[in-house]
């Protein structure tokens, strides 16, 4: 009876392991910043970011579970040419982030939210605004990768991902595959076990899972 219930065990144990693996968002590439292509299109148009229609959606993991919200755009622009992105830049404000897993009168959500625009992750009043800078748009065995330089805390990484781009009424969308991003490469250390040695289970993942949507249109 005991091995038959350490056998159920292991086998929950194993099922969860893998369903976790299976749902774990991929890393971003991630590499040294780089220049973005430049177009030689020279009927490129310049479409404009539609804040209330943009936003990124963010998941903080740690052993005990995860937390979520959103994070909104300033402005920005996209650069359109044959139907096609092949530029652009937004600036993200990150004194808009929210939590959204923790309802919004509840101490638990002004406590989070307060510990991420603080110096221990964004420290938003000094950092109150991110820059992603598009550097190329290609098609890599039939899936749109996108690449630019995000710049956080001033800190610039050039990061790949795979989107959707559609173009419908004059606006273009732009969104994102979930996918994550090692916040440590930005210098957003706090709780991270691959910085500090004697957390525990007290550690907070190092990645990050974004989902981005962009629109856009004509100015």
Not at 178 to 184: E, G, Q, V, Y
């Amino acid at each position: 009876m005991k091995k038959k219930f350490v056998n159920i065990l292991f086998i929950t144990a194993l099922s969860i392991s893998l369903f976790s693996c299976k749902d774990k968002a991929k890393e971003a590439t991630t590499t040294e910043a780089e220049t973005p292509v430049v177009t030689e299109a020279a009927d490129a148009e310049v479409y404009a970011v539609d804040k209330a229609a943009s936003a990124i959606a963010w998941t903080g993991f740690k052993p005990t579970g995860s937390h979520n919200g959103t994070i909104g755009l300033e402005s920005g622009v996209l650069n359109v040419a044959n139907g096609k992105v092949v530029g652009g830049s937004f600036i993200i404000d990150m004194k808009s982030i929210t939590v959204l897993d923790i309802p919004a009168d509840d101490e638990g959500n002004a406590k989070l939210h307060g510990h991420l625009t603080n110096a221990d992750f964004f420290d938003v009043e000094k950092y109150p605004s991110a820059i992603f800078t598009i550097t190329e748009v290609k098609e890599v065995e039939g899936k749109t990768m996108l690449s630019g330089n995000l710049t956080l805390k001033e800190v610039k990484n050039n990061v790949t991902f795979p989107v959707a781009i559609s173009s419908e009424g004059g606006a273009v969308t732009i969104t994102s595959e979930a996918f994550s991003i090692d916040r440590t490469k930005w210098n957003v250390q706090y709780g991270s076990k691959s910085i500090f040695d004697n957390l525990g289970d007290k550690f907070i993942n190092d990645d990050i899972e974004l989902k981005i949507t962009v629109k856009a249109a004509k100015s």
